[in-house]
């Protein structure tokens, strides 16, 4: 079993900046890959960002591409989303979720509980 709890949500101005947390307890950390989505009101959770096991590779959903960084500290069992040039369209449930690979929801066997993040045009 894996626990993941989120921290770092918050309200922020279009065009600023947030980081999220997810510290993870439980399985040995670096034993499996991480991920973060998000969703919105009345949409789908859909994938924002995944990292492998060791942090040398990510993925990131086209639409946070060059603004949203994944990255983990296997030390400290956290994974982090430092997200920059804050949207509106970036308003959403953000979620951190473990032990998987891809782009879908299903992909995935571990979830937080969710940070509100709301952008303010």
């Known amino acids: 079993q894996v626990q993941l709890v989120e921290s770092g949500g918050g309200l922020v101005q279009s065009g600023g900046s947030l980081r999220l947390s997810c510290a993870a307890s439980?399985?040995?950390?670096?034993?499996?890959?991480m991920g973060w989505f998000r969703q919105a009101p009345g949409q789908e959770r859909s994938f924002v960002a995944g990292i492998n096991r060791s942090g040398s590779s990510t993925y990131y959903a086209d639409s946070v591409k060059g603004r949203f960084t994944i990255s983990r500290d296997n030390a400290k069992n956290t994974v982090y989303l430092q997200m920059n040039t804050l949207k509106s369209e970036d308003t959403a449930v953000y979620y951190c979720?473990?032990?998987?690979w891809g782009r879908g929801p299903s992909s995935w066997n571990y979830w937080g509980q969710g940070t509100q993040v709301t952008v303010s045009s």
């Open positions: 439980g399985r040995t950390f670096s034993a499996y890959g």
């Open positions: 979720t473990g032990d998987g």
